[in-house]
């Protein structure tokens, strides 16, 4: 049978950064295999689910490659088959009729705590005759669980699992209005789109008793379960948004590259000897559950900008310049053509330095401007009377040289060797007056890229 994963998001909100990885690994899994890889939305949870959250997700997915194989399921339209399940199962007599109002199940479960055991369902109805039902009183249908024994899970990721049957109770399927509940129609789902492998968060894991039960009643097949460890902030603590970014589109928002974003969660939890730099093809040739660690990850917010910086250096120059383009633009900023051409001339230097496209396009802002730049208060201090006298002197002299590159940083030199100065007592002046920063690309590519006229407009400017 061809592996077929899925990744099943519930849509009351953004995509975790949990959550996308938990797709990296169902995507990479069944591409490994030569399988495919699903999406199913679980928006049961009417209250709660939103189509807002839907396309967030969906989006995020495709920003992240990892759009599905198949269009996705929404479990919302497949209610019908859900009951139709449930009653099969009553009708076999591995399930059957709860009459128990909601509040004598409040008073089971509080007699419970008192006497020091876990709130469970006591199994009043299990072996009760209908005839007893209480009128005006819509049962549900709960599954007949297995009383003695264990059940047992050989787990990709864990090992051998298991539970007492005692320690489980017969849980609803079906409630009294004739809703699914989540446990099950999360089986009938997998079963009907021929899940193989379910790879989700290790929180899941004491749902997965639950739900094998049910695959067991219905004689089905039961699927191979990999429960990976949760990703956790640098302290330890389960990742929240007091840790910083934890949404996918957060991350796109401060700059991370998608491809390096999925290298990045690749890491987290799962390992190949010491690369670390693992294009989609790579992982996919090499992405096994056996490599998964049982040990939750934590997230490293340094070692994530590192990581895209690296990308950032491997990425093809228009791409890059266009997402620049497009923040500056965001941010309001005003601009031709001609600050486009300077932005992708300096791009190759520009990306050296960025860790981000939020510092990309901070550091290419002064390329895509027309007229002087605003100077940052550091550089403003540094230009004294003395930097503005030489900055006109310079001015004249650059005014007579050839614009090349390789001629510029000539007649740079040259310049200071006739002042008896040294070559950077030139250069930060004239970086502050073409940039409004201590710190660009070098000196020479920021002339080249400006041009004559404006280099000279800027120049002058600063020198008044």
């Known amino acids: 049978m061809s592996v077929r994963t899925r990744f099943a998001p519930s849509p009351t909100g953004f995509l975790h950064i949990g959550g996308a ?12 295999h030569g399988g495919q890889y699903l999406l199913r939305v679980e928006d049961t949870d009417r209250a709660r689910s939103t189509e807002d959250a839907v396309q967030q997700i969906l989006h995020s997915l495709e920003w992240l490659g990892l759009s599905p194989d198949e269009p996705p399921v929404f479990q919302s339209s497949r209610a019908a088959r859900h009951a139709e399940v449930a009653h099969e199962m009553l009708a076999a007599g591995r399930a059957y009729r709860c009459w128990c109002t909601a509040e004598e199940l409040a008073a089971m479960r509080e007699a419970a ?17 209908p005839a007893e039902a209480p009128a005006g009183v819509q049962p549900s249908i709960r599954l007949k669980a297995p009383r003695d024994g264990s059940t047992v899970v050989e787990d990709l990721v864990q090992g051998r699992v298991e539970v ?12 009294s ?14 079963h009907d789109m ?53 949404g996918v589109m957060e991350f796109a928002d401060q700059g991370i590259l998608p491809e390096a974003l999925c290298n990045y969660l690749l890491r987290l939890g799962w390992g190949h000897g010491d690369e670390e ?66 932005v992708k001339a300096l791009m190759p230097e520009l990306k050296e330095r960025a860790k981000t496209l939020v510092d990309l396009t901070a550091a290419a802002a002064f390329a895509a401007h027309e007229g002087p730049p605003t100077i940052e208060a550091k550089a403003q201090a540094l230009l004294t009377p003395e930097a503005k006298v030489l900055l006109a002197d310079l ?16 007649w740079l030199r040259d310049y200071a060797d006739v002042k008896g100065i040294k070559l950077g007592q030139v250069a930060q002046p004239l970086r502050i007056a073409l940039t409004g920063s201590t710190q660009s690309p070098p000196i020479d590519a920021v002339l080249w890229a400006l041009g004559r006229t404006e280099a000279m407009d800027r120049i002058l400017a600063a020198a008044e």
């Open 395 to 410: 001015a004249q002299f650059l005014n007579t040289a050839p614009w090349e590159r390789q001629d510029l940083v000539t």
């Open 113 to 129: 705590m008192q006497a020091g055991r876990p709130p469970r369902y006591d199994g009043r109805w299990r072996d009760r005759d």
């Open 21 to 32: 990885r938990t797709a990296l690994f169902n995507l990479l899994f069944a591409r490994h």
């Open 177 to 190: 209005d004739g809703s699914p509940t989540y446990l099950h129609a999360v089986v009938v789902d997998d």
């Open 277 to 342: 730099i693992l294009t989609r093809d790579r992982a996919i040739a090499l992405f096994e559950l056996r490599d998964v660690g049982r040990a939750a990850a934590r997230m490293d917010d340094k070692k994530l900008a590192h990581l895209n910086g690296t990308y950032l250096r491997q990425a093809d120059d228009d791409r890059l310049v266009a997402e620049v383009l497009r923040r500056l633009g965001k941010e309001g900023a005003l601009f031709g053509t001609i600050g486009g051409d300077r």
């Open 164 to 175: 007492q049957n005692a320690e489980l109770d017969d849980m609803i399927i079906l409630r």
């Open 194 to 246: 021929r899940i193989t492998h379910v790879i989700r968060g290790d929180d899941h894991l004491t749902n997965t008793f639950r739900q094998v039960q049910i695959y067991d009643a219905m004689g089905w097949h039961r699927p191979h379960f990999a429960h990976i460890p949760l990703i956790h902030g640098a302290d330890g603590a389960k990742l929240s948004k007091r840790h910083g970014a934890v």
